[in-house]
């Protein structure tokens, strides 16, 4: 079984400053990890996974996640968040090989941006 | 870019009441899940729907819960008699693929309160 931990629950910051929103996991099996993002009334879109190959994940809007294996963590990082980055941000986890539906979500973390 | 659609988009319903959460998955996805999230606290899953039958199911997915697809675009989840703690942001939500590393896509959700 799979586990995740967002230690943060809300993380405040100033417009252009640079943010890091910590996962950390746990799993007895290799794991696929994504980040998912809820911006205000919408639903949870994919923002970025890791299956395979670099560890240094991209999206196209300027995040990244690395995934550390030896630190079973995979934070998320932007270097200068906009006030449209402002969302709810979870963490995710699944087992190599267990069905999609088995995805283990974090509690989220609700980035909110000041101008 | 094709989405999951949902309604209705917030239902309040008296304790004891059948709800039905209605979505459309994108068109060419072949498996469909329901998630719920209340507040507060982690987006759980219920239960998963793969040619026409419930393919993984939560111990949350009890006997007042049932999924239907009951004309080729439709996903439903019915609460045939309503509880409380059935109070909660639904999440339709489906995939090409079954394994874990296939992206699930959601809907916006449907915030349901029972009263």
């Known amino acids: 079984a799979q586990s995740v931990t967002q230690l943060d629950s809300q993380v405040p910051v100033f417009e252009e400053a640079p943010v890091e929103l910590r996962c950390n996991y746990s799993?007895?099996?290799?794991?696929?990890l994504f980040w998912y993002v809820q911006y205000p009334n919408q639903g949870l879109q994919l923002l970025l996974k890791y299956l395979s190959g670099s560890t240094l994940v991209k999206s196209i809007n300027g995040f990244e996640a690395e995934f550390n294996k030896s630190q079973t963590s995979f934070h998320l990082r932007k270097p200068s968040v906009h006030i449209s980055d402002t969302a709810e941000y979870f963490c995710?986890?699944?087992?190599?090989?267990?069905?999609?539906?088995?995805?283990?979500f974090g509690s989220g973390t609700r980035l909110s941006i000041r101008p | 870019e094709p989405e999951v659609t949902q309604t209705p988009s917030h239902q309040v319903t008296q304790m004891g009441q059948e709800v039905i959460l209605r979505c459309v998955p994108i068109?060419?996805?072949?498996?469909f899940y329901w998630y719920r999230q209340i507040l507060g606290q982690k987006v759980e899953f219920l239960v998963s729907?793969?040619?026409?039958?419930?393919?993984?199911k939560s111990e949350i997915f009890d006997d007042q819960f049932s999924v239907e697809r009951p004309d080729g675009s439709n996903f439903t989840l019915k609460i045939r008699s309503t509880k409380l703690e059935d109070s909660a942001m639904y999440f339709c939500?489906?995939?090409?693929?079954?394994?874990?590393?296939?992206?699930?896509?959601f809907g916006e959700g449907s915030w349901l309160t029972v009263v």
């Open positions: 995710a986890v699944s087992g190599l090989y267990s069905s999609a539906s088995k995805i283990i």
């Open positions: 939500a489906s995939s090409e693929g079954g394994g874990s590393g296939n992206t699930i896509y």
């Open positions: 068109s060419n996805h072949l498996y």
């Open positions: 729907f793969y040619n026409n039958e419930i393919s993984e």
């Open positions: 799993s007895s099996v290799s794991v696929y």
